[in-house]
Structures are given as C-alpha cells and as structure tokens.
C-alpha cells in the first residue's frame, strides 16, 4: 500500500514537505517504479501535479514548476514533494500514486 504524511496548513508563500512510503509486496518492485504526486482540489477533477521514475527523470506540471520537487529514497520506499512558495489554488487533497496503487490522500489547506 501507500500512505501519505506530511503537510498541513499552511499560509501562503509557505512550503510544505509530503510523502508517501510503500509498503507490503509492492516494495520489492518499487525503485525501478515511476510515481507520481496528484491533487484533487473541491468540486474538480484530480490532475496531475509531478512524477519521478526509477532512474529520478522528473515531470512536472506547468504550474507547479519551480516551486514544487519530487524526490525519492528507494533505501525507505519513500517519495517526497517538497512544495515552496505555495499559494492557495494550491489546497486540495494530494494523492501519492504508483504501482497500480492510489494512497488514501492528505488534505493540504493554503490560507490566504
């Protein structure tokens, strides 16, 4: 499974820091896996905010260049989203996504 932590509330401009650890028998295929990070914000569509691969090629969505990071530990079957200079159409539920798998989500409020 996946599960998220992290983030919070937040004002904006800030930054906060999201993960999502793998466990069960996913981790044995998890660092060649490409994951990616997710946003559902209220009353709209989840979309795609960035992804990593095994071999850390990065994407990213166009709004969310330069401000935002995706990074990954394979050692602990974690990827982070290091999410800076953060603003409130940024709120919404993130979503850590891989392997055929979808976390729980983990609200994240930026007040203005």
């Known amino acids: 499974q996946l599960v998220e932590s992290g983030g919070g509330l937040v004002q904006a401009g800030g930054s906060l820091r999201l993960r999502c650890k793998a466990s069960g028998a996913i981790t044995s295929v998890f660092n060649p896996a490409e994951m990616a990070w997710y946003r559902q914000a209220p009353g709209k569509q989840r979309e795609f905010v960035a992804s990593i691969t095994g071999s850390r090629v990065t994407n990213y969505a166009d709004a969310v260049k330069g401000r935002f990071t995706i990074s990954r530990d394979n050692a602990w079957k974690t990827i982070f989203l290091q999410m800076n200079s953060l603003k409130v159409e940024n709120t919404g539920l993130y979503y850590c996504?891989?392997?055929?798998?979808w976390g729980a989500g983990r609200q994240e409020t930026v007040a203005s």
């Open positions: 996504s891989g392997l055929d798998l």
